[in-house]
Nanobody, 123 residues
Framework: QVQLVESGGRLVQAGGSLRLSCAASGRTSSEYGMGWFRQAPGKDRQTVAAITRSGTTTYYADSVKGRFTISRDNAKNTVYLQMNSLKPEDTAVYYC????????????????WGQGTQVTVSS
């Protein structure tokens, strides 16, 4: 079992930056690939970014490429999502999740989920 807790979401102006954190407890997070997802009101959940257990391979949705960066610190059991040049369309609840496969860009492969953190970008 892995427990995930996201933090860092808040209200920010367009063009600003935020860093989300996902702290893992339970089994060592280094055993899992990790991903960030988001869900806006009335929309389906979408994959934002994913990272392998070692952190050597990453995936980004086209909508965030060049603006967001996923990283991890296995010694701290924490995964980060650095979000720059934020846009109002980035407004959503952001979730982190863990996949035992090691890496996936599909939300359906993920085994454990956090409760989410709200990011609101004002125009």
């Amino acid at each position: 079992q892995v427990q995930l807790v996201e933090s860092g979401g808040r209200l920010v102006q367009a063009g600003g930056s935020l860093r989300l954190s996902c702290a893992a407890s339970g089994r060592t997070s280094s055993e899992y690939g990790m991903g960030w997802f988001r869900q806006a009101p009335g929309k389906d959940r979408q994959t934002v970014a994913a990272i392998t257990r070692s952190g050597t391979t990453t995936y980004y949705a086209d909508s965030v490429k060049g603006r967001f960066t996923i990283s991890r610190d296995n010694a701290k059991n924490t995964v980060y999502l650095q979000m720059n040049s934020l846009k109002p369309e980035d407004t959503a609840v952001y979730y982190c999740a863990a996949v035992h496969l090691g890496y996936s860009s599909s939300e359906y492969d993920y085994d454990y989920w956090g409760q989410g953190t709200q990011v609101t970008v004002s125009s």
